[in-house]
């Protein structure tokens, strides 16, 4: 499974975007999302400790749908906004060759 394009972008400051979020989240600061672009040098972030590489090593499908989706949910706002928008969730299975696919 190879990455995707926005886990290219990503991973470069995926540190330091988690560390900025277990900041800001013990702080108790709701209004993250500056901070977390900021972090991330992008007008997008994902707080999700997975990358779709990580996914590929999972044993089960039940494990394998569970990561993806915190993946998923880790994205910003506005990734989100797309992912809903073109119906994202509802075309994937659970099933890893689909989750294969969508990474290539």
Known sequence: MRSSWLDAVLEPTKQAVLEIKEMLDKS???EQRAALCHAAGQAFYNTS???LR???S???QQQLRQDFDAYLDGFSPNVQ????NFKFRNQNSPRSQNLTLWAR
Not at 81 to 84: P, R, S, T
């Open 28 to 30: 108790g600061i709701t």
């Open 49 to 51: 400790r997975f990358t």
């Open 54 to 56: 990580d996914l590929k």
């Open 58 to 60: 999972r044993g089960s």
């Open 81 to 84: 906004d797309i992912l809903e």
